[in-house]
T-cell receptor, first 115, second 110 residues
Framework: DAGVIQSPRHEVTEMGQEVTLRCKPISGHNSLFWYRQTMMRGLELLIYFNNNVPIDDSGMPEDRFSAKMPNASFSTLKIQPSEPRDSAVYFC?????????????FGEGSWLTVV | RKEVEQDPGPFNVPEGATVAFNCTYSNSASQSFFWYRQDCRKEPKLLMSVYSSGNEDGRFTAQLNRASQYISLLIRDSKLSDSATYLCVVYTSGTYKYIFGTGTRLKVLA
């Protein structure tokens, strides 16, 4: 069974450009999470969806960041305009929220460098 | 205060050693607890869930102390391949949030 699929795996872009990261969760999972990881701050939860509905976006750093989940099998995280401090690994993860034993599965991450 | 706190390490231990990590959490309503392992430049992967009664998986033992709000991970007979960052994860049912600690780096030395 396919895991969480993210694209692009690596992106280098210039400051001010728009960046769109994509994610396909594990089929059947109803919760989707976007995390950002840096050396300084570790793994930060940016936003998560349950049944395609954004539940909590309090981790989104600024209005430059936005996320959508138009259907159960696709989500995007957009940064517009991008800045060098946005450079990080962005992980998408999914889970089946059905009880206390549910676990979260990560994609391989999108490595973003803004120059 | 962070919701989940871990000692960042690094812990440098010789092969065959026993090493233990602790993690504290602030939300007493938290229900599920996990340890994840993250290798360099890779995504976090589930190592084991942590059950109230404690649980063991081979050389790994996880414990939960609800009264003191901490979880622990014990690794016995350390292998070189155990070198990684170990992330403590706390899940609060109803909020759907998985909160990660910043991780503890382990390096097992030959």
């Amino acid at each position: 069974d396919a895991g969480v699929i993210q694209s692009p795996r690596h992106e280098v872009t210039e400051m001010g450009q728009e960046v769109t990261l994509r994610c396909k969760p594990i089929s059947g999972h109803n919760s989707l999470f976007w995390y950002r990881q840096t050396m300084m701050r570790g793994l930060e939860l940016l936003i998560y969806f349950n049944n395609n509905v954004p539940i909590d976006d309090s981790g989104m750093p600024e209005d430059r960041f936005s996320a959508k989940m138009p259907n159960a099998s696709f989500s995007t995280l957009k940064i517009q305009p991008s800045e060098p401090r946005d450079s990080a690994v962005y992980f998408c993860a999914s889970s089946l929220a059905r009880g206390p034993r549910n676990t979260i599965y990560f994609g391989e991450g999108s490595w973003l460098t803004v120059v | 205060r962070k919701e989940v706190e871990q000692d960042p390490g690094p812990f440098n231990v010789p092969e065959g050693a026993t090493v233990a990590f602790n993690c504290t959490y602030s939300n007493s309503a938290s229900q599920s607890f996990f340890w994840y392992r993250q290798d360099c430049r890779k995504e976090p992967k589930l190592l084991m869930s942590v059950y109230s009664s404690g649980n063991e998986d081979g050389r790994f033992t996880a414990q939960l102390n609800r009264a003191s709000q901490y979880i622990s991970l014990l690794i016995r007979d350390s292998k070189l391949s155990d070198s990684a960052t170990y992330l403590c994860v706390v899940y609060t049912s109803g909020t759907y949030k998985y909160i990660f600690g910043t991780g503890t780096r382990l390096k097992v030395l030959a």
